[in-house]
């Protein structure tokens, strides 16, 4: 008998890297290991990493070089942008407007304001996981200083009306800055700041097939931002420190290889979704939550079943999936995202997130499913009310 199949569908939490990523980080670690802000000939082979990997990422946004400002990944990222706008900006207002299923980065961000005397707004979501933009609308006031609003959702998918919700936002003023944390969506999208009107957007790198502690922010050339960190200058002393110039130049070439030929990457993951949701629904009591949602993210919830039980069980069969966010996995808390979204009590401890990646095949699929096929029936029996 050969080897059993490893079948990895946990790329929302991480991905595998690129073998030209890792390649070019072994050359920078090895070769081009200057520090960036050094004079000499070294440190000048290490800025130019840099310099490519803000090129790189800008072309894929159509944004400046000058507006791509480095951090340690996208909780950081996040965190530059909601707590660094809130400070430079409280003279104007000190009010905030993000969802109640943004990923922790955010909401934990969000609450440190509100213990520091800012009014946070956290808008509801449909049963489809979209925020109501009529709340949006009657949320807004003279002291509302940013908006913050996810992509798409890293649990179940769903993704956001940006550009409505963007646009309603300006039409009520325009100074009112608006972020996104497009973590799950960049690389996956094509995403226009300029052209949509987002004046802050987080991304990171292994989210993408890069490397993990590394990440970027999009910031408008007229946002104000207060640093979090202080140090050295670097980055124009918005995110001082010496710069992770591997972990930078693997982002980069992450960037753009994550882009090349994307229609066909996107194509051949909407293919296998669609099958294997169509495949899942003829078992009994299954829900799948988000059906039209984000290209890669199934959400699926297994009546009968705790998700724990399953996931340990598709473990064993070498199929790794997970029980929603990696991050929020950490705490003991119910899934705050699938309970905003009114899920049915019989699907809230048993929901799986399998996430696909381009590396994803048909046979892997085909093994998961079969594997669920005999599991998920074999466990509800054995399973007591």
């Known amino acids: 008998m050969g080897e059993i199949m490893e079948v990895y569908l946990d790329n929302s939490a991480t991905t595998k890297v690129y073998d030209n990523v890792k390649e070019l980080m072994c050359t920078v670690m090895s070769k081009d290991y200057g520090n960036p802000s050094s004079l000499h000939k070294k440190g000048i082979q290490a800025e130019n990493h840099i310099k490519k990997a803000k090129e790189r990422i800008a072309k894929t946004l159509k944004v400046e070089t000058k507006e791509i400002v480095f951090t340690s990944g996208g909780t950081e990222s996040d965190n530059l942008a909601i707590i660094g706008v809130a400070y430079a900006n409280a003279r104007a207002g000190k009010h905030l407007i993000t969802t109640k299923i943004e990923h922790s980065a955010i909401i934990s961000s969000m609450s440190y304001l509100e213990e520091q005397g800012f009014r946070i707004t956290y808008l509801n979501v449909d049963e489809q996981g979209l925020v109501c933009l009529e709340e949006l609308k009657q949320a807004l006031c003279d002291e509302t200083i940013l908006v913050s609003l996810m992509y798409l959702n890293n649990e179940v998918g769903a993704i956001q009306p940006i550009q409505e919700a963007v646009q309603i936002v300006k039409e009520y003023k325009p100074s009112i800055l608006f972020h996104v944390d497009a973590i799950q969506g960049y690389g996956k999208y094509n995403i226009y700041p300029k052209k949509i009107g987002i004046d802050l957007l987080s991304i990171s790198a292994h989210k993408i097939h890069g490397p993990k502690g590394v990440g970027a922010l999009y910031s408008g050339e007229k946002v104000k931002l207060r640093p979090n960190i202080f140090g050295g200058g670097q980055q124009k002393n918005v995110r001082p420190g010496t710069e992770n110039v591997a972990g930078i ?61 399953l996931l340990h069980t598709l473990e064993e069969a070498n199929i790794f999936v997970s029980s929603g966010s990696a991050c929020s996995s950490n705490h003991a808390k119910g899934n705050n995202v699938l309970t905003a979204m009114n899920v049915e009590a019989k699907y809230l401890d048993s929901t799986l997130r399998f996430s696909l990646s381009e590396f994803t095949t048909q046979e892997e699929i085909d093994y998961t499913l079969k594997t669920l096929y005999n599991y998920v029936p074999m466990l509800r029996k054995y399973t007591k009310h």
């Open 249 to 309: 130049a693997g982002l980069g070439l992450a960037v753009e290889s994550s882009y090349t030929e994307l229609d066909a990457k996107v194509a051949k993951m909407q293919a296998l979704k669609e099958y294997f949701i169509t495949e899942l629904k003829k078992m009994e009591d299954v829900k799948v939550h988000v059906e039209n949602g984000a290209v890669h993210i199934i959400s699926v919830g297994f009546a009968g079943i705790k998700s724990e039980v």
